[in-house]
């Protein structure tokens, strides 16, 4: 998929050198090919001049195929967000979940919407809206669950595809009838996997490379899958090298049952192990009360959890600890997990992300040498919602950063500026009000505690405007 | 305070009947007189014609006194919000707290900003966004923490009453020489009392009857005050009969410093009972470690709580138990606690006490009775937020719902529509999208958690328009 068009970027870019530090670059120039691809970065190169006298000539591109974008004083470009898990079809349900557990949450809230989207006409609208949304909070990259339906499903990848959103969709799989409820479950196992099998072919369809769209194998959790389904999936993912996205260990009541379901397995992780679904391209969500040896097995497979704050404290799920997965050898990445989660804001899951961290501490005992660095720093969360992020859903190396080689996903951030008076220099600029005399470790702070869509005033997938903001 | 013009207002208007229940008034009418006053709730007059041939003439009003607003399909007038704890001076910093504790962060960060605010320009600047911002989020009333300057402290009074504000504001008591900075502390007990007096006389000239703006004694916490100066403001509250506001039981290292500090007292909270500063009109900020005999002594001496949730996670302080508070017959409003907490937003501190209080419900033991109904609805954190924090403040009976009688501090709430083609009817409408198929009762869900400051289209605050957007 080409764009038409070379860009080079010039101004202030902000990213993730590792999980402890932001790199800032200042009057920096980012020259982004017509594939999407950063092609140089430039730490040299402050002005449009410049760019056109000099970095131009040394890529050997003319001025009249390159767009130049200058960065207002204040602004700065950060990588796209990448929501790690996220279900496209209960959108409208954001903030609907009373005071619900995931099991009848499920039954009250989740079954009968998703269901209703075999209606083309609602998917379409539902998919849309919720796609525009993730966008315009600046997530370039999506994990989506959809539904069972094949071709609502095939819909929202078409949607991702036009609307311009990097995403791996997924056809949920649930054939386990005492599980499932009657109007919504695959007649069979193996029903279900033809049905994923259409999915996929539909996809490589409309994007034979999955350059920006690909498909992935959604088993919805244990409890709803027969281990013939699950075996079947295992399979499909062998011979295709497909990621799969599924839930493990959210709510105590859903551990019991699978111990119930799987009394062979040794564990729930272990259920995905032993049907073969423990990949290196494995998303296992949520992870929140994992024992050693899960955590232990996990690592071993290099399989990858999202973690998905905003939805454990609104259903009294849990609080997942990410210092001790990643002291385990866990890759993590966030996930909004909407609607168990309220909020289609990665920025959002990361606010939370770091709120909870701070619940975990509290739960630690006095004088327990963990307990302060369990809290996640502002640092630590950014990164979990980019280059964690790109690595939970296999594409470290391809977005989450600035790097050469990288593809251009990123997205303008401008915050809100204070005038003498007290008034507000930007209009509707959103929430965080910068006085001036904050430094650029503050300003990303009060980002991330205050910031929401009103400050990405631009975003940018595989080198193509996708979003803007006045 | 007299405002010029008579209102009704014609539309849906939802209140707090009780913690467990809103109460939904549609196409109804809301009378309010040019004191700003609630003159009738009509439940039937569903008509501007119905208002200006029957209402009005019940009322003896006249047409060309009166203006005539009506809410368009889908927008509900609120109450208006309820801070019941900020720290106006602190505002700049809302976001930025690193990994810093209590008694760190006020040296590290709180200290010298709002040291810094003797400077009367860098105060306007810092004041008015503050106040603009506060009102922007549909809060009508709050109760602002100011600095140790006096000329600072009544311009903030100046500002909340130009800027139409309800307020009380606080000239900040702290005389303990070693627990206070050389650089930002009372020379003695008296010089505090003094400046506080001095404070309450400004008021007193700006607005006799503290109609809209009103003093209060603040005291900053125990450690940071002498006996003689806590005595020394309770002699004033005696005296004036003016309300209170201070800190409690926030941090587990303070509540270990004021029990070296005041070993004389049986608890922390008995630290200001026996300085006589446990009062009717006192607002105790925090309370999240409380012993029962702590709060028993509240609940008998009729003092009230505002619970600051964002500020308790942020600052890894704890999680206070609003039910627990509850069910021992404590009075409890909410607080954004700036800077402590990182949002200007009450309706983010009502999400986040419901999100804060399944954390609490999380840390019981499974099968303990409580656990479920630890758990805070949709209806008693937006109750929190409005009729909670108005008997906090002592204004119950005045504002925090729609009774005649009562006055208008209202906000009038929109919510984004999608479209048939799942774009956004209502342009950059904040987050909330509404399909249609929604009941009330669900809507109210996704503004407590999708909401933000987009969706207050205007705040009115004793009759007078303060606040509007497009």
Known sequence: MKVSRKHVFLGTFISSKSPQELEYLHDAAICVDDNGQIAKIDKECK???LVQNVLLKTLEWTTDEVDIHVAKPGQFYFPGFIDSHVHAPQYPNAGIFGKSTL????????FPLESS??????????YTACVRRSLAHGTTTSSYFATLDVAATNLLADLCLSLGQRAFVGRVCMDYHPMCPEYYRDESAQDGLDKTLQ???HVRGIDPNFSLVSPILTPRFAPTCTTESLKGLASIQREMDLPVQTHVSENDGEIALVAQLFPESSSYTGVYDDCGLLTPRTILAHAVHL???????????GSKVSHCPC???????????VRWMWDRGITVGLG????GGYSPSILEAARQAALVSRHVAMGMKDGDPDRERTKLTVEEVLYLATRGGAAVVGLEGKVGGFEEGMEWDAQLIELASVDDEGGNVSGDGGNVDVFGWETWEERMAKWLYGGDDRNTKEVWVK??????RR
Chains 1, 2 share one sequence.
């Open 311 to 321: 939805s454990n404290s609104s259903l009294t799920s849990g609080a997942a600890r």
């Open 103 to 110: 099991m009848d949450w499920l039954e009250t809230y989740t």
């Open 47 to 49: 002005t449009v001049e």
């Open 117 to 126: 989207l075999k209606d083309l006409a609602k998917a379409r609208r539902v």
């Open 291 to 301: 024992s050693e040896a899960e955590a232990k097995l996990i690592a071993q497979r």
């Open 199 to 201: 999915t996929i072919q």
């Open 336 to 339: 909004t997990d909407m609607a």
């Open 463 to 468: 080198g193509r405007l996708v979003h803007s």
